[in-house]
């Protein structure tokens, strides 16, 4: 197992999240975004956003800035999975860097094992990245660690296990989604599928459709 300086910021025990109550399509539906919750079907028309009917005359109440805030802040705690003191956590953690806050924010997001494993296309969404994490599928440096929020590092290689890769879910898996296209900080042997992060995510490689001050407003408050 990694020690524990490898086990960087926060969470260093195992990560096992209870299930949200809420539908994951109607938080989709609440900010009128895809979030990619459920995996596959998200690229579907069996999502709910796409089967939506359009209301075209319903009038929506103008949020308050406390209230673009808070959807903002929601709309990025939703999409990694987090609840609420766990975010908070993350966001203490980079306030504390001597980087742009909300960049440093999702820069570590991204850099958690479980989305890793998702944007390497080794699961169909970060919930199911989590508890393929969490049942031990996956190497890091050839040792095996089942801490979602275990920080991966510039150079590290993310691997799955040699019986792990005989699973039927895991062929499913990966017959899908090593279709979609990596993210410029990652790269994958195709043969072996060992997944590496060449670096760490560039402040442009970061999701743009999230508004980061008013995420940092938030909790500036």
Same mark, same amino acid.
């Given at each position: 197992?990694?020690?524990?300086?490898?086990?960087?910021?926060?969470?260093?025990?195992?990560?096992?999240?209870?299930?949200?109550?809420?539908?994951?399509?109607?938080?989709?539906?609440?900010?009128?975004?895809?979030?990619?919750?459920?995996?596959?079907?998200?690229?579907?028309?069996?999502?709910?956003?796409?089967?939506?009917?359009?209301?075209?005359?319903?009038?929506?109440?103008? +949020?308050?800035?406390? @209230?673009?805030?808070?959807?903002? #802040?929601? =709309?990025? !705690?939703?999409?990694?999975? &987090?609840? %609420?003191?766990?975010?908070?956590?993350?966001?203490?953690?980079?306030?504390?860097?001597?980087?742009?806050?909300?960049?440093?924010?999702?820069?570590?997001?991204?850099?958690?094992?479980?989305?890793?494993?998702?944007?390497?296309?080794?699961?169909?969404?970060?919930?199911?990245?989590?508890?393929?994490?969490?049942?031990?599928?996956?190497?890091?440096?050839?040792?095996?660690?089942?801490?979602?929020?275990? +920080?991966?590092?510039? @150079?590290?290689?993310?691997?799955? #296990?040699? =019986?792990? !890769?005989?699973?039927?879910? &895991?062929? %499913?898996?990966?017959?899908?989604?090593?279709?979609?296209?990596?993210?410029?900080?990652?790269?994958?042997?195709?043969?072996?599928?060992?997944?590496?992060?060449?670096?760490?995510?560039?402040?442009?490689?970061?999701?743009?459709?999230?508004?980061?001050?008013?995420?940092?407003?938030?909790?500036?408050?």
């Amino acid at each position: 197992m990694p020690s524990s300086q490898e086990k960087e910021g926060i969470s260093q025990r195992r990560s096992r999240l209870p299930l949200h109550k809420e539908s994951k399509c109607k938080r989709c539906r609440a900010l009128n975004l895809k979030l990619f919750l459920k995996g596959e079907k998200c690229y579907t028309d069996n999502c709910s956003l796409e089967k939506r009917k359009p209301q075209r005359f319903l009038r929506r109440r103008r +949020l308050s800035q406390y @209230g673009q805030q808070l959807k903002e #802040k929601q =709309k990025v !705690k939703w999409k990694y999975g &987090m609840l %609420e003191g766990q975010f908070e956590r993350w966001y203490r953690m980079a306030e504390r860097s001597s980087n742009i806050t909300g960049e440093e924010l999702l820069r570590l997001l991204e850099r958690r094992l479980d989305n890793v494993v998702y944007r390497l296309g080794f699961s169909f969404s970060r919930s199911q990245a989590r508890q393929l994490v969490n049942h031990g599928h996956f190497l890091v440096n050839g040792r095996a660690v089942d801490i979602p929020s275990y +920080l991966i590092k510039e @150079g590290d290689v993310v691997e799955i #296990k040699k =019986k792990s !890769k005989k699973l039927p879910l &895991m062929k %499913e898996i990966l017959k899908v989604s090593q279709k979609k296209a990596l993210p410029g900080w990652l790269e994958i042997d195709k043969k072996s599928l060992n997944g590496m992060v060449r670096r760490l995510p560039l402040s442009e490689e970061l999701d743009q459709e999230i508004d980061l001050p008013l995420v940092v407003g938030y909790y500036s408050r």
